[in-house]
């Protein structure tokens, strides 16, 4: 059971006060058949990180083989040097002349029901054929081609197309505005943007060809416009600028050889939001991130050849990009692809479909769980989910009830959880599980990758062996950013000064404990100041979100005249639970038990809903501005803006 500590060692520079102290072992029919078995892969790994990722780039098909494993000039580093590749050819040739190739590479399903697979070999000629699509647009080497569409399958076709030509995609999350899509084309200076009719979204259309016309409006580099017919919704079509994807596809040649990138050569760019308000267009390359992905897919999901493989992130965003399309397509995997949202038409449809596909990986978000463990154990009750054997989280913390309910409600107690850290910037897991060997404990992504090197650092650089301060990625990993497109002396600033260039800083606070398990406490901006005690607002969440009528919560400082700081608490309750004075007493005397007097939230608001962007993470700085009594600032990434305006009238009448 958790266990309270008021005080914290005296290296850190971060108090933890939360302790969770239950461990699940991987039960033994699991470990029996698990990749890895043996946990001197780690020791092998650290000794020789370069030989390592050497061995396992080995598993990839090469046009030429290179010459050295890593160059390192901090910060800059240059992986698999010489090596060339195509990151199209590793998710789809390679398989053609083995029994993969009428193996189902893509099982998908839209949100109305629809279904649709797409066998390695047609996947294959589908990315031929558009990959000449785009040559006949004019797409070269190096360009930038913008895709903005609903998750079908012709955006991974898409991805995969411009990857056999040596274009860098770049994915624009199909719930972005116009505005946002518009910045990211002209910062990237794309030349074709690709998108479709519409989306659906629980039973709505999403019209994204407005957007797209509207954003096209101020994009002077884009020439073409090629549009997927989804839902036969009505477009304006733009003549000498708009063509339909059905039409440029009719008669065209399923053969197009694969440019030869070379390793350091760009993948992608996917932007992503920092502290400032300027999105960073985040660029991987083609060698060093395969190998990352590839590897990572492989070893933390356990994945073999008969499984059917979920991951529900949208693939605008990087897990989209790593572990829906690279990593499993290299590994050969089917990959099941769902489009719309969990609960439509009703709370259950993720469980339907786990149970329709036999879905045995599955790999979703805290945020989603928590919505689950609210909706309540009916829905996954209500279905068949014993073909499940691996489940992964991804995101943000979770917080340690939510895991627990995930293990049981979820995977029937029997199957492991991965709690996977990383980042855009990282482009691969970097601290998580490996299922068949890793004691895991609810709420800690436990250990890094092999051959990835992470410490938690105080804020002059010193070790923190057990305790809290900040993450720190000590040793170049295959799958990290290459740069901030357009933006070099960003990247070096953002993420390699804070200690020294070596050191990279993923702007996460962290915890090690006595066994050397990684503990994430979000962001450091969310990490406050009370009384002179660092406080991470997950931690307090987790003391709020384990009181048994509490949904979800999210915690802010605001300034304080004599503690500094103190905490706010936006709450959601679960469904049916009544909201009354005793519970704000009730639920801070929960906290102050769980975590300590300090930790007592001043206010407790509850809240319907709590203002969420469209990848589903908390507005926190919002809620600050509420707390603080302050003009709002900017909303405009809120999936919802009523609900903020709700929450503030809410926040002043109490
Ligand atoms: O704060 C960490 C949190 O999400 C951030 C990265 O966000 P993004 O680039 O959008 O990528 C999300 C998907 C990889 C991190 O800096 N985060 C991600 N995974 C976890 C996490 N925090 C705690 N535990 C995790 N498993």
């Known amino acids: 059971m958790p266990r309270k500590t008021s005080k914290s060692t005296s290296q850190s520079s971060i108090d933890v006060l939360l302790r969770e102290e239950r461990i699940f072992r991987p039960n033994a029919a699991f470990r029996r058949q698990a990749s890895v078995k043996d946990a001197s892969i780690y020791g092998k790994a650290a000794r020789d990180p370069e030989a390592f990722w050497a061995s396992c780039a080995r598993d990839l098909v090469w046009l030429r083989p290179w010459k050295k494993v890593l160059v390192w000039r901090p910060p800059h580093a240059r992986w698999f040097v010489g090596g060339k590749l195509n990151a199209s050819v590793n998710c789809l040739d390679r398989h053609l002349g083995t029994a993969v190739r009428n193996k189902a590479a893509i099982l998908?399903?839209?949100?109305?029901?629809?279904?649709?697979?797409?066998?390695?070999?047609?996947?294959?000629?589908?990315?031929?054929?558009?990959?000449?699509?785009?040559?006949?647009?004019?797409?070269?080497?190096?360009?930038?081609?913008?895709?903005?569409?609903?998750?079908?399958?012709?955006?991974?076709?898409?991805?995969?197309?411009?990857?056999?030509?040596?274009?860098?995609?770049?994915?624009?999350?199909?719930?972005?505005?116009?505005?946002?899509?518009?910045?990211?084309?002209?910062?990237?200076?794309?030349?074709?943007?690709?998108?479709?009719?519409?989306?659906?979204?629980?039973?709505?259309?999403?019209?994204?060809?407005?957007?797209?016309?509207?954003?096209?409006?101020?994009?002077?580099?884009?020439?073409?416009?090629?549009?997927?017919?989804?839902?036969?919704?009505?477009?304006?079509?733009?003549?000498?600028?708009?063509?339909?994807?059905?039409?440029?596809?009719?008669?065209?040649?399923?053969?197009?050889?694969?440019?030869?990138?070379?390793?350091?050569?760009?993948?992608?760019?996917?932007?992503?939001?920092?502290?400032?308000?300027?999105?960073?267009?985040?660029?991987?390359?083609?060698?060093?991130?395969?190998?990352?992905?590839?590897?990572?897919?492989?070893?933390?999901?356990?994945?073999?050849?008969?499984?059917?493989?979920?991951?529900?992130?949208?693939?605008?965003?990087?897990?989209?990009?790593?572990?829906?399309?690279?990593?499993?397509?290299?590994?050969?995997?089917?990959?099941?692809?769902?489009?719309?949202?969990?609960?439509?038409?009703?709370?259950?449809?993720?469980?339907?479909?786990?149970?329709?596909?036999r879905v045995t990986i599955f790999y979703t978000a805290p945020t989603a769980i928590r919505s689950f463990m609210r909706w309540g154990i009916e829905w996954p009750e209500k279905h068949d989910l014993t073909s499940l054997r691996l489940l992964g989280t991804v995101g943000e913390p979770i917080n340690p009830e939510a895991w627990v309910w995930y293990r049981n409600f979820v995977g029937g107690g029997r199957c492991p959880i991965v709690d996977t850290w990383w980042q855009t910037e990282t482009g691969m897991i970097m601290i998580t599980p490996l299922p068949g060997i890793t004691a895991t404990k609810p709420g800690s992504a436990t250990h890094p990758f092999p051959g990835v090197s992470a410490e938690v650092l105080d804020e002059k650089g010193r070790v923190v062996k057990d305790g809290g301060g900040y993450l720190a990625i000590t040793r170049p990993w295959p799958a990290m950013l290459q740069t901030i497109y357009g933006d070099p002396e960003r990247y070096a600033t953002q993420y390699w000064s804070k200690w020294d260039a070596k050191t990279y800083f993923p702007g996460d606070g962290a915890r090690r404990d006595r066994q050397g398990y990684f503990w994430l406490l979000g962001r450091v901006d969310d990490v406050l100041n009370v009384a002179g005690h660092r406080i991470g607002t997950m931690e307090v969440e987790s003391a709020l979100v384990d009181h048994p009528s509490v949904a979800e919560a999210a915690v802010v400082g605001k300034a304080h005249d004599l503690k500094g700081q103190a905490l706010a608490a936006f709450v959601t309750l679960k469904e049916g639970i009544v909201t009354n004075g005793d519970l704000v007493d009730e639920l801070k005397s929960h906290v102050v038990r769980k975590i300590g007097a300090l930790a007592r939230p001043d206010d407790i608001v509850f809240t319907a809903e709590l203002p969420k962007t469209r990848s589903g993470k908390i507005m926190r700085r919002l809620l600050k501005d509420i707390a603080e009594g302050r003009a709002l600032g900017d909303t405009t990434t809120l999936a919802d803006p009523a609900v903020i305006q709700a929450l503030k009238q809410r926040y002043q009448e109490d």
């Open 108 to 357: 998908w399903e839209g949100e109305p029901g629809e279904e649709r697979t797409l066998t390695y070999a047609q996947l294959f000629r589908e990315t031929c054929r558009f990959a000449n699509v785009l040559k006949d647009l004019g797409v070269r080497k190096g360009d930038r081609v913008t895709l903005y569409m609903p998750l079908v399958p012709e955006l991974a076709i898409a991805m995969l197309a411009c990857a056999r030509i040596g274009a860098a995609h770049s994915v624009v999350f199909g719930g972005f505005s116009a505005e946002s899509l518009k910045e990211r084309i002209n910062d990237a200076k794309a030349t074709v943007l690709v998108t479709a009719d519409g989306g659906f979204r629980r039973g709505v259309e999403v019209p994204l060809k407005k957007f797209a016309d509207e954003a096209l409006r101020g994009t002077p580099s884009i020439r073409h416009v090629v549009v997927v017919r989804r839902g036969n919704f009505p477009v304006q079509m733009t003549e000498g600028r708009d063509r339909f994807w059905h039409d440029l596809m009719r008669d065209r040649s399923a053969e197009c050889p694969p440019e030869p990138m070379d390793s350091e050569d760009m993948l992608y760019i996917l932007y992503t939001s920092g502290t400032t308000g300027k999105p960073k267009g985040i660029v991987h390359a083609t060698g060093g991130y395969m190998v990352g992905v590839h590897t990572t897919t492989r070893l933390v999901f356990d994945l073999k050849p008969e499984d059917v493989y979920w991951c529900t992130a949208d693939i605008g965003w990087v897990t989209g990009h790593s572990y829906v399309v690279y990593g499993p397509l290299s590994n050969g995997a089917t990959v099941l692809m769902y489009e719309g949202a969990p609960d439509w038409p009703d709370r259950g449809r993720f469980w339907q479909i786990c149970d329709k596909y």
